[in-house]
């Protein structure tokens, strides 16, 4: 129980063995970025390749690959880690805690998402990469040839365990651990956005945990699920992955609602306006995200009955959603509106996202969606309420919390430069891809006939795409570039409304040295118009007691990438791998089974030295 | 002052719920079930929409024999009663009995193991390989999934009871025993499920 043990032994050890929530944030940011960065370079490459007609620039197997690889990693190695990078650092400083409710659970989250991801990509490497789209219908994934769908799946079972672990420790967290005062109606939009996020996790996950079982034994094992002269049905497939893949939107698309409520409010110097209809409007979101997954399949021919069901649900989800909208729009209604680049983003997310809500309405109607189905129409749909809702929700979200996280603020020139570009780049892009799509073009083919009418929106298209490259190298520069503007200020925007603001820059480890009792909605923001502008604490200064890191996420989560080979190359003899990496894996979840670790304590003399 | 064992005078009411790691954990763990519960209904459905498809390999009636199945609930169902009795044990400091029933609850379900792996044999034997139909792929992912999941609490619990065999009641071991028997029953009720599900309606309907 002594500091010793979690004195690091170096830079390097002390990341693998982290269990501090603000650290495994940190990685999760970093690998996200990564990720968005190469999902964003397998678009480009695809951008080009429709640049012009019959355009020989990527051979059609590696666009189905690249189509396939944009899709999946931009949804599983980008949008969802960037936001669990921000929950886990954010939302246990805007409710109170000192930790997450399980801090190993929380690096091996985050172990598991880094490997299943690499395993994905290591795809490219031996034999191709995944070419059966981002959802794999069968039987076009179960009949693909090679280890590409092989490696889709195992790479996307392993990350999403890890997934799965990380929601249910934000549930927890967000339950148990709260300060003092800090009721469920008082939390932050971003806290709560979290929470019905990871209470979407947790049950649309195991949807696709079992889709993939299924197919990673109808691939390597031979069962016959899908196998429809065996009795099969390929139907099943496309019921659990959306299932599964619906909530998965409002997986992504909620937190970012959170962080939009976050900056508005802040920069509008306004409290959120409708906090409890907003709250509400999320819970039945969430709740409505179950009830539509087969309007992704009106055209599979589930009849009229169940058709209208659906489309009579989706169509339902826009009210809860306008709410949203008009709520945000009375936030900023007088409010003291700065244009931060942070405010820009969220500002320009909310004509943004309406336009991709609206077709998502025009695709809710079931009749119509015959003609929409499977062309560029879905295409600009879905990417306008992905990068106008999430995508922009990301950026916000950096730039409002980089002090917090990074302790410098980011360049606001550069910023707005990033902003427009990336605004401009984004409508360019998918504005026209609507037309292109009504007009017939399909979606997921490598190339198109010229002379059709395709060409000139097409190009534009494309131009679109590269201004949107242009700004994210902007940004990745304005990273580097800024790092002097160094902030040492709890309150570096000045206008902090809520928990993340109260303690000094760097966070201290253990975030809270007394944990502060909150006495309305914007803790802070109360106690600098009724208080003194500093958090009242809870309790006494007194010894903190914290958990010891640990290296067994990570071996844990090898164990399962190595394992993972082994069931890819099963038939090249490689069982014995597989049972290898599994008896690593266990073998860790044993070690830490009988291994009682109770942490260690922080002097309180050590707390006071680092609040001066 | 979790190390300390905890005896008859000092026990909480509720030792496994005595912590914040042990709330935690408690919370956590029936989150962790709602996501089985979804996991199991996802090769429930998969199971009723497939198991129409027999092809020309045996099918339900051919196969199914309810005594058989009929032992198999029973012992599991007595199981997760005896790890009642253990938890029961347990409140009442009484850590000699809950180690007991515990060891009780690993036997009938090791017993449940092993009928389940003569059941599969002898289903091989009739001719329902895994790759048969779409009736055997999804019954053996169905089943089996369940199976794999009494193999692992069996190992769990054997892990718990060796580790702490020694140690008394503790407020560290005490969340990890209920959390392990909130597992088993669970495991229990999947069962009780798969029973109705697969073996009376298939036997049945």
Do not use: C
């Not at chain 1, 929601?167 to 806290?191: D, Q, Y």
């Not at chain 1, 025009?362 to 879905?378: G, K, P, R, W």
């Not at chain 2, 609490?153 to 392990?180: E, H």
Request: hydrophobic residues 50%; without cysteine; aromatic residues 18%.
């Amino acid at each position: 129980m002594s500091n010793a043990k979690a004195q690091s032994k170096s830079v390097l050890w002390d990341w693998l063995t982290t269990v501090d929530h603000k650290k495994i944030g940190i990685m999760y940011l970093v690998a996200g970025a990564f990720f968005f960065a190469l999902g964003g370079l397998e678009a480009i490459l695809m951008r080009i390749q429709l640049m012009f007609p019959e355009f020989s620039f990527v051979p059609a197997q590696t666009f189905n690959e690249l189509l396939t690889m944009h899709g999946t990693t931009m949804i599983f190695l980008a949008a969802m880690p960037l936001l669990f990078g921000f929950m886990n650092y954010i939302v246990p400083l805007q409710i109170g805690a000192r930790d997450v409710a399980f801090p190993f659970l929380n690096a091996l989250g985050f172990w598991l998402f880094l490997f299943g991801g690499i395993l994905l990509n290591v795809s490219w490497f031996v034999g191709g990469a995944p070419d059966a789209g981002w959802t794999a219908y069968v039987p076009l994934s179960s009949e693909s040839p090679g280890t590409g769908v092989d490696y889709y799946v195992l790479g996307l079972q392993v990350s999403g365990a890890g997934t799965l672990i990380g929601g249910i420790n934000f549930l927890v967290t967000i339950i148990n651990m709260r300060a003092p005062g800090m009721s469920m109606m008082r939390m932050p939009l971003f806290t709560w956005s979290t929470f019905v996020a990871s209470m979407l996790i947790l049950f649309a996950f195991p949807a696709l945990t079992i889709g993939l079982l299924l197919l990673m034994l109808e691939r390597i094992f031979g069962a016959t699920y899908f196998a429809v002269d065996f009795g099969g049905n390929v139907i099943i497939w496309q019921h659990l992955f959306w299932i599964f893949g619906h909530p998965e939107v409002y997986i992504l698309i909620l937190p970012a609602f959170g962080i939009f409520s976050e900056i508005l409010s802040a920069f509008s110097k306004k409290r959120l306006f409708g906090y409890s209809a907003m709250v509400f409007a999320t819970l039945i979101i969430g709740f409505l995200g179950f009830m539509v997954w087969a309007h992704h399949m009106f055209t599979v021919g589930m009849g009229p009955v169940a058709n209208s069901i659906f489309a009579v649900a989706t169509m339902a989800i826009a009210v809860p959603t306008g709410i949203k909208i008009f709520n945000w729009l009375l936030t900023l209604w007088g409010g003291r509106i700065q244009f931060t680049t942070a405010n820009l983003f969220a500002l320009a997310f909310i004509p943004s996202f309406t336009m991709g809500g609206v077709t998502g309405v025009m695709l809710a109607t079931s009749a119509a969606n015959y003609q929409f189905h499977d062309t560029y129409f879905v295409v600009a749909h879905f990417h306008y309420v992905i990068i106008g809702g999430v995508v922009l929700g990301l950026f916000a979200g950096a730039y409002y919390w980089w002090p917090r996280i990074f302790g410098y603020k980011l360049d606001e020139t550069l910023g707005k430069w990033f902003f427009w570009l990336f605004l401009i780049g984004f409508h360019l892009t998918f504005f026209v891809q609507h037309f292109l799509g009504l007009i017939g073009m399909p979606r997921r083919v490598a190339s198109y006939l010229g002379g059709q009418g395709l060409d000139t929106m097409n190009f534009i298209s494309t131009i679109g795409a590269f201004l949107m490259g242009i700004a994210f190298i902007i940004f990745v520069v304005s990273i580097f570039t800024s790092m002097k503007n160094k902030v040492t200020d709890a309150d570096p925007w000045g206008n902090g409304r809520t928990l993340e603001w109260t303690m000094p820059i760097p966070t201290p480890e253990y975030n809270f040295a007394q944990t502060p009792l909150v006495r309305d909605v914007d803790a802070l923001w109360y106690e600098k118009y009724e208080g003194d502008g500093k958090m009242k604490a809870a309790e006494p200064l007194g010894d903190i007691h914290m958990p010891n890191g640990s290296i067994l996420p990570f071996i844990m989560s090898l164990g399962l990438f190595i394992s993972s080979f082994g069931f890819i190359y099963y038939h090249e003899g490689f069982l014995w791998l597989a049972i290898l990496g599994l008896v690593i894996n266990f073998g860790a979840m044993f070690v830490r089974s009988i291994k009682e670790d109770h942490g260690y304590h922080i002097p309180k003399e050590e707390v006071i030295k680092g609040g001066k | 002052m979790a190390d300390q064992t905890v005896n008859q005078h000092t026990l909480p009411p509720n030792p496994e719920k005595a912590t914040l790691e042990g709330r935690n954990k408690f919370l956590g763990f029936w989150f962790f079930l709602g996501g089985e519960t979804v996991l199991f209904a996802s090769l429930f459905g998969t199971y009723l929409g497939l198991r129409g498809g027999v092809v020309s390999g045996p099918g339900p009636d051919d196969l199914f024999h309810l005594p058989l199945v009929f032992i198999m609930t029973m012992i599991l169902l007595t199981s997760s009663l005896t790890s009642v009795f253990a938890i029961i044990s347990m409140k009442r400091g009484n850590y000699k009995g809950l180690l007991v029933w515990m060891w009780v609850t690993v036997a009938l379900g090791l017993a449940f193991l092993g009928l389940e792996i003569y059941e599969f044999y002898e289903y091989y034997h009739y001719g329902l390989g895994f790759t048969t139909s779409a009736f055997a792929s999804s019954f053996y992912t169905l089943v089996g999934t369940h199976g794999a999941h009494v193999a692992f609490g069996i190992g769990w619990i054997v892990t718990l009871l060796i580790r702490y065999r020694k140690t008394g009641l503790t407020l560290t071991n005490a969340p990890k025993f209920y959390v392990a028997v909130l597992y088993w029953h669970f495991i229990d009720v999947v069962w009780v499920f798969i029973f109705s599900v697969v073996y009376l309606m298939g036997y049945g309907g």
